[in-house]
C-alpha cells in the first residue's frame, strides 16, 4: 500500500470535517451511497477495500472548494479575461 494514501478512518474524518452525510459524499464524488460505505470501512465483503488516488484527489478538491473542473484554461481565454479587466 502507498504510504499517502487516505485510510478508512480519515475518509470518515474528511466526509464529517465537510458536514456531509454519505449520500451527500456519494453524490459530489460521483459513487454509489454503498461504496462510501466500503471507503469508511476499509472493507468488502471480508476483504480490503482501498480508497482510489483519484478519488483522494477529489476529496481534497472538495475541501478546498472545487466543485467542478472544466480543464485548464486556455491562452485565448485568459487573453479575453485580461482585456475585460482593462
Not at 480543464?71 to 485568459?78: H, I, L, Y
Request: proline share 5%; charged share 35%; aromatic share 8%.
Amino acid at each position: 500500500m502507498h504510504p499517502g494514501r487516505m485510510k478508512a478512518s480519515e475518509f470518515k474524518i474528511w466526509r464529517k470535517s465537510l458536514d456531509l452525510t454519505q449520500k451527500e459524499a456519494a453524490r459530489k464524488l460521483g459513487l454509489k451511497h454503498r461504496v462510501i460505505q466500503y471507503y469508511e470501512k476499509g472493507m468488502r465483503d471480508g476483504e480490503p477495500f482501498r480508497i482510489p488516488v483519484s478519488v483522494e484527489l477529489a476529496c481534497y478538491a472538495l475541501s478546498v472548494g472545487v466543485e467542478s473542473y472544466d480543464g485548464p484554461e486556455s491562452k485565448k481565454d485568459k487573453n479575453l479575461e485580461q482585456k475585460k479587466r482593462d
